[in-house]
């Protein structure tokens, strides 16, 4: 833990003060955590945020907006701003990676081989291998026959473990694909081992492979009956094991690389309930598929709260919030100011394009629409072509002011430039030259022009995704031209919103931590920063082991 931590989780009391300090906190902010910005127009969300907070953070430059949810202020903000970014880092779990070998004794995170790396991007890379030298670490310490990946994806964690630390390994998921992909993998990993042993230690018997279940994990039971025969099984497909025990008793190590929703909370309570579960390596990601509010009955997966200690407060927390608890602040402060302005101004086209929805086709809203990632081609495309216009621009100008190019890039990309410094440019540079990019002095017009234009192919994407018409009296300049105006306060509001995820993703992981803590002193629990943050945004683990 941070020696500057204002609050820690050591114990069950440390961890119900923390919880509690943040649900305080987050009370008076419920307008931000329930909202969802593709309403942004619609119900003029930025009418909830403080004005004079709004006043300040318009005309700020988009880098700092972009490392509020870093927890890091300027000087010149008013004092309530900077007391509400302070408080929030101080609340949130610090994320800067751990040191292992001090946590680990013996740890050993090793890089891997391109044999084992086939596939696998640099994230992915990082990931398994930090997790497989944790997770062998900690079966190594409790004795462990057995690994279970569980929610193993192509079986990459599930291999490392095999093959490059010699565990017996079994791979839990529930798509069958990955389950033949994993199957392929590995055989051809086996292989190149197997010819590396021949070669240099013969007489070495076989080699450690990792066993196959295509199986959703549908409940406590059926993972504690996985878990029971995992041992004794060979490449099983959808196995009925309801009510099957294996006969002789196994010590297990469940494992989970960002095992989805429910399954991370029902791997804790599958260590809980199933004695032959030694110890449990969780890293959890969606929280926006957590089940939320459910009765707390045998076989229950209910993934929000667990904790006695959350569930007498009786929070809910809703779609919204737990879905602001994946934001990564780490990302947010990785973002170049071109690739934060594209996304603020995504939102803003999502954001008008469901005022499109709610005036001509109000039935679909109740559906919650999803189009996906509709604008991120169309910008790229008009990038291209505002970067083309401008290269011919030069070679047609070459005499010309260089800079004035490139300033019409920036204006076109950052509509929050002073309103000074484009009347400068405006009244000398693009009034003495007369380029042929349709007239400099009308360049504020062509660009908002171009805007619209884009908005309008976002537009006509989004419904052609949504599988509607696009009806004759549909009027997109209109939606436009009512939303433009408040397009620029979209970075500030989803600046403000996105602080707020990781105090949330805080709160979900420290009710699971709660949760084991509160069975007393029978195991021990940690959480712990195990990857890079800047690499892979959901970095903590939950640690458990029987003691």
Not at 60 to 87: M, R, T, Y
Not at 146 to 160: E, F, K, M, N
Not at 168 to 178: E, K, P
Not at 423 to 434: F, M, P, R, T, V
Request: aromatic share 8%.
């Amino acid at each position: 833990m941070d020696c500057n931590q204002k609050y820690s989780c050591r114990t069950a009391k440390e961890t119900l003060e923390w919880i509690d300090a943040i649900l305080n906190f987050i009370k008076p902010y419920a307008f931000l955590t329930n909202a969802h910005v593709t309403n942004f127009f619609t119900h003029k969300l930025w009418q909830s945020i403080d004005p004079v907070w709004l006043h300040c953070l318009r005309n700020e430059p988009v880098q700092n907006l972009l490392l509020i949810p870093c927890g890091i202020i300027q000087e010149h903000w008013p004092a309530s701003l900077k007391e509400f970014v302070l408080d929030l880092k101080s609340l949130a779990f610090p994320r800067k990676q751990a040191h292992l070998n001090k946590l680990f004794p013996g740890v050993n995170v090793v890089s891997l081989n391109t044999v084992l790396a086939q596939g696998m991007n640099f994230k992915k890379k990082h990931e398994v291998e930090v997790l497989s030298a944790v997770v062998s670490s900690v079966a190594n310490s409790v004795g462990a026959q057995t690994i279970v990946d569980v929610g193993a994806g192509q079986g990459y964690l599930a291999q490392v473990l095999s093959f490059q630390y010699q565990h017996s390994v079994v791979a839990i998921d529930a798509c069958s694909h990955h389950g033949t992909v994993t199957e392929k993998r590995a055989e051809r990993i086996k292989k190149h081992y197997a010819a590396q042993i021949r070669k240099h230690y013969p007489g070495i018997g076989t080699l450690n492979v990792p066993k196959t279940i295509t199986c959703r994990v549908m409940s406590i039971d059926m993972l504690k009956a996985l878990t029971s025969m995992s041992p004794h099984i060979d490449n099983v497909k959808r196995p009925e094991l309801i009510g099957q025990v294996a006969d002789d008793k196994a010590s297990l190590v469940l494992a989970g690389l960002h095992a989805c929703g429910d399954l991370s909370v029902t791997m804790l309570k599958t260590f809980l309930e199933c004695k032959d579960v030694k110890a449990v390596v969780s890293i959890g990601c969606c929280y926006n598929l957590l089940s939320e509010g459910c009765l707390d009955i045998a076989g229950s997966q209910c993934g929000f709260p667990v904790s006695c200690g959350v569930k007498s407060a009786g929070i809910s927390l809703g779609k919204n919030s737990r879905d602001l608890a994946c934001q990564s602040a780490e990302r947010w402060r990785s973002l170049e100011q071109d690739a934060g302005l594209h996304n603020f101004e995504l939102h803003a086209f999502r954001a008008a394009f469901q005022m499109v929805l709610c005036k001509y086709y109000p039935e679909i809203i109740t559906s919650s629409p999803s189009i996906g990632r509709q604008g991120k081609a169309l910008r790229r495309q008009q990038q291209r072509r505002i970067l083309q216009s401008s290269n011919n621009c030069e070679e047609s100008k070459h005499s010309s002011m260089p800079e004035t190019i490139s300033h019409m890039q920036e204006l076109y990309l950052n509509p929050r430039m002073s309103k000074s410094k484009t009347d400068d440019y405006s009244g000398s540079a693009l009034h003495s030259h007369e380029l042929s990019c349709n007239g400099g002095t009308r360049y504020n017009e062509t660009a908002a022009a171009s805007k619209y234009l884009l908005f309008e192919k976002f537009a006509q994407s989004g419904l052609s995704r949504l599988g509607l018409q696009s009806l004759q009296e549909t009027h997109f300049h209109e939606i436009w031209k009512e939303a433009e105006p408040f397009a620029e306060l979209i970075g500030p509001y989803w600046s403000l919103r996105a602080a707020l995820g990781p105090l949330l993703e805080t709160l979900l992981l420290l009710d699971r931590l709660l949760f084991l803590q509160e069975q007393g002193s029978s195991l021990e629990a940690i959480m712990l920063p195990i990857f890079d943050p800047a690499l892979s945004p959901r970095n903590v683990a939950i640690i458990a082991k029987r003691i």
